[in-house]
């Protein structure tokens, strides 16, 4: 969701700016970001701790930066191509889920005024506190998205129809954990990322995905044709 469907990656360096002012540090470069995209909250507050010398336990950090987070969340709205695509997948009956490392407490805050774009997904939707991942298994661990399969298969299970296999999946991400977690689901993934993180990988991006996917540089490039949809 997050840098994929939403432009809220932006609006989170806008918000970690914030606190980092707060300290005299900073600003939040690519190379320190590029680590943080699409990793659990425990994680990448870990890192940003660390990387930043910042004199916070997790739970200081969590309380301050969800606090200033609050104020964006309104702010959040679609990246070119994403509605078109989820909107053209859903109308011609092609099985979706979404699975993003945010809580449920954020994505209510970054998704309830795109309601009506996100009803789409139906009850198929994991967030990164959900029960069905286990403990430390978020992303680059694969578990969200078999978790965000197990829901779609339930469904067509009591619909009587064949269960979808991870390897007929595409996946859909702009961060490294999450594209590692799409190759370790066995799914074809289709990665997004952003040019500033493009600039610091400097070509490392076609050994992390090798052959198991494509990198686009934005959702309207993806050539839905290719892949019989």
């Known amino acids: 969701m997050d840098g994929t469907l939403l432009n809220t990656?932006?609006?989170?360096?806008?918000?970690?700016?914030?606190?980092?002012?707060?300290?005299?540090?900073?600003?939040?470069?690519?190379?320190v970001k590029i680590k943080l995209q699409g990793r659990p909250s425990f994680e990448s507050?870990?890192?940003m701790i660390e990387e930043y010398d910042l004199p916070l336990t997790i739970e200081e950090f969590q309380k301050i930066s969800m606090e200033i987070q609050s104020k964006l969340w309104h702010k959040s709205?679609?990246?070119?191509?994403?509605?078109?695509?989820?909107?053209?997948?859903?109308?011609n009956d092609v099985p979706i889920a979404l699975g993003t490392s945010s809580n449920t407490i954020n994505y209510h805050r970054k998704t309830d005024h795109l309601k009506s774009e996100?009803?789409?997904?139906?009850?198929?939707?994991?967030?990164?506190?959900?029960?069905?991942?286990?403990?430390?298994?978020?992303?680059?661990?694969?578990?969200?998205?078999?978790?965000?399969?197990?829901?779609?298969?339930?469904?067509?299970?009591?619909?009587?129809?064949?269960?979808?296999?991870?390897?007929?999946?595409?996946?859909?991400?702009?961060?490294?954990?999450g594209v590692i977690?799409?190759?370790?689901?066995?799914?074809?993934?289709?990665?997004?990322?952003?040019?500033n993180a493009l600039k610091v990988l400097n070509g490392e991006e076609h050994n992390i995905i090798g052959t198991s996917g494509e990198i686009l540089t934005s959702l309207t490039e993806f050539n839905k044709d290719k892949y019989f949809l």
């Open 9 to 31: 990656e932006d609006l989170y360096t806008e918000a970690t700016n914030e606190l980092l002012k707060l300290y005299n540090k900073g600003p939040l470069t690519w190379d």
């Open 45 to 47: 507050m870990t890192i």
């Open 77 to 91: 709205r679609f990246l070119p191509g994403a509605v078109e695509l989820v909107e053209h997948l859903y109308n």
């Open 118 to 177: 996100f009803n789409y997904f139906g009850k198929h939707i994991v967030t990164g506190d959900d029960e069905r991942i286990p403990k430390g298994k978020g992303k680059p661990h694969p578990d969200i998205w078999f978790a965000c399969l197990a829901s779609i298969n339930e469904d067509r299970i009591s619909q009587g129809l064949d269960e979808i296999k991870p390897e007929e999946c595409l996946v859909f991400e702009d961060g490294i954990p």
């Open 181 to 195: 977690s799409g190759i370790a689901a066995n799914a074809h993934v289709i990665w997004i990322p952003d040019v």
